[in-house]
């Protein structure tokens, strides 16, 4: 880590935020395959289950838009700090609930706070990051979000061996514990730089950026030439600056806010959620037999996912954002391929006296299905699970930063809350289709990347204002930002022998 090191620790424990939204996910994907939790909440159909799921996303929409006009007004800290709060209250109304409405009240609270949350921490994390390794700080939210699942899935299954209220009350209840302690925690990180400058505390932000830079050396060259380009970038932001909601969808900040809006929507588009949601229900339907083994591969999940993402963290700003969402297009997309072809050409429909659906495939396809959720897994949480948030937080200038991650948030929750609600009707109506239209859309998210999206790693925020100003077909544009390049570097050089 290096003189980096307290840079990494800002953005470990801002994290946390991610790991609400993991734990969240995780504890309710689990919870709806529950006897107890059915029985009492007198076994929710289909469309049920997508309310009671959606909901959560629904507040993450709500808390996603507001996120923007907080953290600028209040700051990125205080609004994590606030965040929390809203969390744990819609924690605590889920483990107390009395019945369904009660329970989705307590959803859309908690998901308030989880879209001020997802939207405000890539930003901070974003900010306090020098360029080199802001890929992998802002990839820790994802990391986080993998944790908060995998703890969620493994408590599931510990408590569902409990015969009462208790065995869902005491998952949903736990979620209070991480945010608690990520408030507690954020009283002692630092406030972004670029925010203090933007509200004229310039000392402030000269102290900050010499304790993430320099060890607290405040002569630091790298120190002083960073403070240099914010001061100069709020300059400059100022004098074009309307700062409105407005200004999004004027040129040239409307490509970047399309694009962003576009990499969020392609992220739920993968199908992720359904998976992370509704794979108890998938694992069952694949001819997984006993609720033990459903939730125990749910688990197993977990596990693949969390340690998917160690790769991205290591190697993202490596191999680059173009690259590495192109492969892993090309891998989540021959694992759904794979997965409809099995299930089409096997199943063969049956369906409980409860109404649930058996596919009874053979065990050959049926393990096949297993392997390929795994294999979609892991392609998504080495690629699209970072670079979504990545992305985003990085390509806006400080003007409007705030407001535009809240925008293309709320686009990420918006059709999350779509997917959540039509899910599960849609896994029992159509099955391997649900497949099949996934498989379609990432085939041509490999296309869509590659002529619209260009290359952001290792590039200062300042920067992008250069590497958006080119043409809107990015695999033209690469001519451009090389001569660009090629004269920063000669800059640097008649610099140095100065």
Known sequence: MGKNGKAYLVGSVSALGGFLFGYDTGVMSSILEMDSWKAYFNTPSSVGQGVIVSLLTAGCFVGSLGAGWLADKFSRKRTIMLACMVFSLGAAIQSGSRNRAMLIVGRFIAGLGVGVLSMTVPVFQSEIAPPKIRGRLVSMQQWAITWGLLVAFWIDYGTHFIKNDASWRIPMGLQIVPALILFVAMFFMPYSPRWLVDHERVDEAHVVLAKLRADGDMNAPEVLEELDEIKEAVRLDRETAVRSYAELVRFPIRRRVILGVIIQILQQLTGINTTLYFAPTIFKQSGLTGKNASLLAQGVNGVVNMLATIPAILWIDRWGRRKTLIFGSLGCGVAYFIQAVATGATQHKSYDDDGTLNLNMPKGPSYL????????????????????????????????????????????????FIIGLVSPILIKRITWGLDLIFAIIMFASIFIVYLFFPETKNRSLEDMEVIFSGSAWAHKDKKRIAEYDAGVKHHITEKEYA
């Open 369 to 416: 299905v297993i392997v390929c959720i795994y294999l979609f897994v892991a392609s998504f949480a080495m690629t699209w699970g970072p670079i979504g948030w990545i992305y985003p937080s990085e390509i806006f200038p400080m003007r409007i930063r705030s407001k535009a991650n809240s925008i293309t948030t709320a686009s990420n929750w918006l059709f999350n």
